[in-house]
């Protein structure tokens, strides 16, 4: 066993816990971390482990919103099914909130049963993370400086409509097609776009994570054939463990800045990276599975 790889674990589930949540890409981060970072392990257990980690991010939301996901019990229950029988101990309001989430993960989770595969071939190189980056850093400061001046329409969970959500899981494709656009950033986007409020934008993203990540760490182990030795196990769990520990303080930090700040500064980050990582693999020479910038840019076009 190599102490070393469990290092790495714990640094690269740093890097999930914090980029998950915040709108930068944390599949797009274990991408280029990957690059300096590499995990002495096979290609497919890396790219099940890029996914999978996200699990112990996801455990974050359920601990901290806990109260809000799950729809039984009779105490704080203001909207029970019924005045009396099994009925009192439901809470319609949390079971329509879980509809809402299932619509709104039916558009990724299609496109993600159909082109997984072509994805991971074509698309899950830095030149696809640096472009994604670049071009949705931009969307967040337009759309913040058009959303400026305006008065938001959806200000709490329940006010948000089928239709609605349908929109949101619409925006969320952008993230499961193309790495480094951030799934939270493509559904607060989209969220922003159709007039929700941050807070609210940035809760339901929270929401949505729970059964997409569920889902697709659930297709990258039905697909992992390769079998687990103790070491990758270990790395594994210590990588998800780390990510939980760090998205309890992420999520809890962002609720916060979200309720005084506007997500431009997310934006310029993600410009700054994007360039920088442009320069370096162009100065490097970069050529990943012998598709050039070209080829990947002409891939990432015909996707569109």
């Not at 999978?52 to 019990?73: E, N, S």
Request: aromatic share 14%.
């Amino acid at each position: 066993m190599d102490f070393f790889e469990y290092i790495k674990a714990v640094i690269l589930g740093i890097v999930e816990g914090i980029t998950e949540w915040l709108p930068i890409s944390s599949t797009g981060h274990l991408i280029l971390v990957d690059e300096f970072l590499k995990l002495d392990q096979n290609k497919d257990f890396k790219s099940m482990f890029d996914v999978v980690i996200q699990l112990g991010a996801i455990l974050a939301v359920v601990v901290i919103f806990w109260k809000k996901l799950f729809p039984f019990g009779k105490k704080d229950n203001p909207a029970p099914l019924s005045e009396s029988g099994f009925g009192q101990y439901i809470k319609k309001d949390i079971f329509i909130m879980w509809f809402k989430v299932l619509i709104a993960c039916i558009p990724a989770a299609v496109i993600g049963l159909i082109f997984d595969d072509w994805i991971d071939e074509h698309l899950y190189n830095p030149w696809v993370v640096a472009i994604a980056l670049i071009v949705f850093g931009i969307a967040f400061i337009v759309v913040e400086n058009w959303n400026k001046n305006r008065e938001p329409k959806i200000n709490t969970i329940a006010e948000l409509t089928y239709n609605t959500a349908l929109i949101i899981g619409a925006f969320q494709v952008l993230a499961a097609v193309f790495p480094g656009t951030s799934r939270s950033g493509a559904t607060i986007v989209g969220a922003l776009l159709i007039g929700v409020s941050r807070t609210v934008a940035a809760e339901f993203t929270f929401y949505l994570a729970v059964p997409v990540m569920f889902g697709a760490s659930l297709l990258k182990i039905v697909k992992y054939d390769g079998g687990f030795t103790n070491e990758q196990l270990a790395i594994l769990i210590i990588a998800m463990t780390v990510a939980f520990v760090v998205s309890l303080f992420v999520i809890k930090f962002l609720m916060g800045y979200i309720k005084k700040h506007d997500f431009k500064v997310f934006g310029w980050y993600r410009i700054v990276l994007g360039v920088l990582v442009l320069a370096y693999f162009i100065i490097a020479g970069y050529n990943k599975t012998d598709e050039s910038l070209t080829e990947t840019v002409s891939a990432m076009l015909n996707v569109l």
